[in-house]
């Protein structure tokens, strides 16, 4: 009776032992796929830099929840979660309740450390989940970016919460063009669907400029049959459409519809003119553009002064005028920069790159 006791005894210590260690592992393998996901680019300016900063963060947000964020997650994947056990089993509004109309902009934002704490559901890189519904689409927000820290903190503040309450399944993306050459405003938005679509899939996307703040939730941030004009009524132009065919600002492309045209051209330097190019592939590829009433669709846009990077390009009315012929080499299948970073900041994911203008306008 004694030996069997014993015998037993050691058995369960065993299994003792296997548990601890089985934990080990699952521990010290969930930290180095996080190691992995969130390595950061150093530089003194970063704001998450070490994995550190990362980790703490994660104590704020959950990263392995398994009905939250997955890499390339359908619908079905999604579904299958649910199976699993998971909450979220209906799929999200098209119009949530949440939303509220016309919007008291902020025009002035907290730091980014203050930030994360109001926003705790927001991902390092500003990738956000619907908690309790399944989203219809993913959607990436993309920002052209150059030297405007202040007005993108701002846009942040105002953009999270009013794309929590669509119920958006979304990532915001800024692509920030290095000093020296002209901006190109196009060219980064091409990046940022093409850099996009490297980290997750991706279905929908809205070019967005850092400083204009949507006055309404009701601006639905997704994609529908047409691609739609969103900044229709800005504050600057007495929220009035300036001309019928204007494509600036903020837009909503649905990805299939932004391939079909090969996206935006590369070549336009400086200010104007591409956002009127993007109008003609569009239209010239059989799509109807639309837009909500002005009523509703309304912005106020961040003044700033006159910037030396992005002067008048001169070239714009003649690459207008030639854009037909050239669209399907200029464009998404003919994209050459040189990304000098990525960084998975607080409330957006950062792409840093590099353009040179001869080789983009000789290729
Ligand atoms: C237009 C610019 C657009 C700009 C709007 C609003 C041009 C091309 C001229 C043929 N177009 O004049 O790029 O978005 O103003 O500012 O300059």
Redesign the pocket.
Known sequence: MDDVFVSRGSVIRVCLYAVIFLLFLELSLNFSVHRKTYKMVSSSRRILTTLEDVSRFSLIVNFSDPCGWMQNATIRDLQKIRDRGCKPVRVCSSSPSELVGSLATYKEAPSYKEMIKIYPLVRPGGLYTPPDCIARERVAIIIPFRDREEHLRILLHNLHPMLQRQQLHYGIYVVEQENGTQFNRAMLMNIGYAESIKLYNYTCFVFHDVDLIPENDRIMYDCRDSPRHLSSAVDKFKYKL?YPQ?F??VTAIKRAHFEKVNGHSNKFFGW?????DMFRRLVNNGFKISRYQASLSRYKMIKHLHDAGNKANKR??HL?KTGKGRYRRDGINNLHYKKLGIEYQYLHTRILVSINETKVMTS
Do not use: Q, S, V
């Open positions: 300036p204007l600036g600002g104007g003119g591409e956002d009127d714009r009315h207008i």
